[in-house]
């Protein structure tokens, strides 16, 4: 029984959203995934670094707080909630697709065929060069431990600030800032290590 | 280009701050003071700014083009998708529901319950003592007329006195109406012996019959002397029977047609009332 009736969800929190999808009201499901969708799979890119395993991990991220709504507690905030499903996510379609390749980065073939169209005021020589660059930093960000990586894709592709992360992954400030530093040091020497010539 | 050796001069913090302009305006020209004296920071700094640039340019060519993917959720319309809503839940979610309603914080919920246990418990206080002031009142009333009694003096207000009945019947009300006529009876009693006591020892006499004939009283003479002694009691005002020093028995005057008062019948009257 309900105290009272189905409410607007888009003036709702998004605990009480979650609150809402357990007691089987269907838009409020589709409101949380109307909100974080963009970001979860700027998450899953980032992390991932090739789109269709993104699309594949955002999915199931959604996928798996759907059938744990009711396993939510409401301790920790639904975006910690959902990064943690979908960082999850990442590693297990990581360690897939590991299965199948040794590195899925290494693949030229795939890389070139799914991601990057050069604009067609670029010569095809800078178009190379451009893809090479692009190649190096993926792999130097998909070099770096997970903890690192997740913070460095929440605040390029995320955009998020440094206490949104905080937030989120429900660490001090001081803690991200840390993390950040010590990622954007560690992408500094591993590209500084290649040459390329920065457009 | 520096080594990974190269002590960090503690800025590193605000230089991620200061990178991502997220910094304060204090903070902001703090750090930029700092930079104009290390040189470590000003490398630092330029280089975290090169390899924030290849991360951007890295997702604004792969990330930006894409279309943000629709999820959709194969069995949307089960209830609960698929979780069983134990009683826990159920009890949680109408928590829930009753403080989203309510909307108050904890720190009003504990005022309102002490402030509803106060007032229940100056309610029964004050029930409590109105049933007691009534009692005392129901008291009070039934005992009005035994003072009543008291004062007056006068046997023959008792057969007016009629015990105030109470509204209600309790078993208190009822046990003080029996104390109230045991008191009632005592003080009769109390009384019938005082009037006997004055009979005999007080200046009362018997009212004697103006006709002798009805009187059994024995004269040792005749009507005469009975005369001589009633005149002489009458005279001297003492009892016949003082003479022979004993109580008069009054049942054994009698008097079929004597219709005046006796005290015997006032006696006997008194105790048929009761």
Redesign the interface.
């Known amino acids: 029984m309900?105290?009272?009736p189905r409410v607007m969800v888009n003036n709702l929190t998004d605990e009480?959203l979650v609150?809402e999808?357990?007691?089987?009201n269907?838009e409020a499901?589709g409101e949380i995934?109307k909100r974080w969708?963009?970001k979860i799979?700027?998450l899953c890119?980032?992390m991932l670094?090739r789109?269709d395993e993104a699309?594949d991990a955002?999915?199931e991220t959604?996928?798996s707080a759907?059938?744990?709504?009711?396993?939510f507690r409401g301790e920790a905030k639904v975006s910690s909630w959902l990064h943690r499903i979908a960082v999850n996510q990442c590693l297990t379609v990581k360690r897939r697709t590991k299965t199948r390749s040794e590195s899925f980065l290494d693949d030229e073939t795939n890389a070139e065929d799914k991601?990057?169209?050069a604009p067609s005021h670029l010569s095809p020589a800078r178009t190379t060069e451009?893809n090479e660059?692009?190649k190096?930093?993926?792999q130097a960000?998909n070099s770096l431990p997970i903890d690192l990586r997740q913070v460095?894709v929440m605040?390029?592709?995320e955009e998020m600030?440094?206490q949104e992360i905080s937030d989120t992954l429900n660490l001090p400030l001081?803690t991200i800032?840390?993390r950040?530093?010590t990622a954007?040091?560690q992408?500094?020497?591993k590209?500084?290590r290649t040459p390329m010539e920065?457009i | 280009m520096l080594s990974n050796n190269q002590k960090n001069c503690g800025f590193g913090e605000e230089l991620v701050l200061y990178l991502y302009d997220e910094c304060s305006a204090e903070e902001k020209k703090n750090f930029e003071m700092h930079l104009t004296s290390c040189a470590s920071c000003i490398d630092e700094f330029a280089g975290f700014s090169a390899a924030r640039s290849l991360v951007s340019e890295w997702r604004e060519a792969d990330f930006l083009p894409l279309e943000i993917p629709s999820i959709v959720l194969p069995q949307l319309n089960e209830p609960i998708f698929g979780q069983p809503k134990t009683l826990k839940i159920r009890a949680r979610l109408w928590l829930t529901d009753i403080q989203r309603f309510l909307n108050f914080s904890p720190a009003a919920y504990a005022f309102g319950i002490i402030a509803l246990f106060a007032v229940c418990f100056g309610l029964i206080v004050f029930t409590q003592r109105n049933l007691q002031n009534n009692e005392i009142a129901q008291a009070n009333k039934i005992t009005e007329p035994i003072s009543a009694l008291q004062n007056s003096g006068d046997s023959t207000e008792s057969k007016d006195l009629k015990f105030i009945q109470p509204e209600k019947d309790n078993a208190a009300t009822t046990q003080l109406q029996r104390s109230a006529s045991t008191a009632v009876n005592s003080t009769q009693n109390s009384r019938r012996e005082n009037l006997v006591k004055r009979n005999v020892a007080s200046e009362i006499t018997v009212i004697e019959p103006p006709d002798k004939s009805n009187s059994k009283m024995k004269v040792s003479n005749q009507g005469t002397n009975a005369l001589k002694i009633k005149s002489n009691n009458f005279e001297s005002k003492k009892p016949i029977f003082a003479q022979n020093n004993k109580l008069p028995r009054l049942n054994s005057i009698e008097d079929d047609e004597d219709k005046s008062l006796r005290l015997a019948e006032l006696l006997e009257d008194d105790g048929e009332a009761k």
């Open positions: 309900k105290l009272k009480q609150e999808a357990v007691n089987e269907p499901f995934i969708e963009r799979f700027a890119f980032g670094a789109e699309r955002a999915q959604f996928i759907y059938k744990n709504l009711g396993n991601f990057f169209v451009q660059r692009l190096i930093v993926r960000v460095v605040k390029e592709f600030t440094f001081s800032k840390s950040l530093y954007l040091k992408l500094r020497l590209l500084e920065v």
